[in-house]
């Protein structure tokens, strides 16, 4: 049995868009007579943040319509009670090449039939290159498939091909554009709750002063910068009269600890304390967060808090926000790996290039110099400090 479940009306402006009866700037008409639209992207946090201006653009044109995240176990945990732009989460099995684990017998089979007597209208494919999704949207039963193709991919409906250098948020907005949706932002916007501020609170008080979070870690680990250099900015910082934060999750536990431990001033480690919701929360009262290219970076930036992430050059082109007022993407030139020196820009598919990819894991971020690092950091810790004068002024 799937569980479909239920989220807030989103906080939408309705003044942002309507449907239309006329075929919509991005080339593509709209689809008539839409109730019920799926989407695919059971993706990691991220890769969630960069949908989010996407599923606003097509909340706003079609906003008498359901749209149902189907995701992942952590979106209905996180989605669920929460206001935004899906308006229910449904969690799929396991398929190969979507979302890993083992199904039980005949559960995929449940799932497409449960998705056919949805009936969904338009059933959009926004994971990947489609070798996988594009037969498990192409299976749902909607009226209308839209979404990403690479090469070797089955076709949908309507396609734009999957290239894999395009800032991800872009990539997003292209997708919703094969129905007509037109862009009402850029940036992400990830909806708080009061929950989720007093969840961080009760774990770690709310901030006495500017408060700056860095995170070490990453999943990848040549998105790692080291643990010495995090500590240079960290002492920095905390010299500049800011509480200093080190967090990550469980399995992080021996890096934030040698962060914290190669400080000459005292920092707080927060490993494993916090959910994806209680670290929105508390990344929302932060003035600053220094962090590799992970999810709790993109989270930070989509709750509304100033940002410096260290970026591998590949990495940078997409998934770093335009903006340098609030965000300051510090970028790696480092293109050969480190060990075997194979171009890592451009053996990216290499069942296709013939390649044998490089299964090497070095830190390709090495070069960021640190003394870079602390100056943007040291920047935008002041710009927050002149912020909250002008804020107290004007009360």
Known sequence: MIDKIRVPPVYLRRSVGTARAVPAATGFDLVPDVRKIALLRPSALGDYVFTLPALYALKATYPDAEVTLLGAPWHARVLSGRPGPVDYVAVIPPVPGVLGGDSAPGELDAFRRWSAGEGFDIALQMHGGGRNSNPLVGSLGARVTAGLRAADAPPLDRWVPYVYYQPEVFRMLEVVGLVGAEPVAHTPMFELTAD????????????????????????????????????????????????????????????????????????????????????????????????????????????????????????????????????????????????????????????????????????????IPAVEVEAEALDLLAACREEEALARAYK
């Open 196 to 367: 989720d501020v007093a969840q961080a609170r009760a774990v770690l008080g709310p901030p006495a002063r500017p408060r700056v979070v860095l995170h070490p870690g990453a999943s990848d680990r040549r998105r790692r910068w080291p643990a010495e250099r995090f500590a240079v900015v960290g002492d920095a910082l905390a010299a500049a009269g800011a509480e200093v934060l080190v967090t990550g999750i469980k399995a992080e536990r021996e890096l934030v600890d040698e962060v914290c431990g190669r400080m000459r001033h005292p920092a707080r480690p927060s490993v494993g304390e916090l959910t994806i919701a209680g670290l929105a929360g508390l990344l929302s009262e932060c003035a600053l967060v220094v962090s590799n290219d992970t999810g709790p970076l993109h989270l930070a930036a989509a709750v509304g808090t100033r940002t410096v992430g260290l970026f591998w050059i590949g990495n940078m082109i997409n998934a770093a926000l335009p903006e340098r007022g609030r965000h300051r993407p510090l970028i790696s030139w480092t293109i050969h790996c480190p060990e075997c020196g194979l171009d890592c820009t451009r053996d990216i598919y290499p069942a296709r290039t013939g390649g044998t990819g490089c299964r090497h894991a070095p830190s390709f971020i090495v070069d």
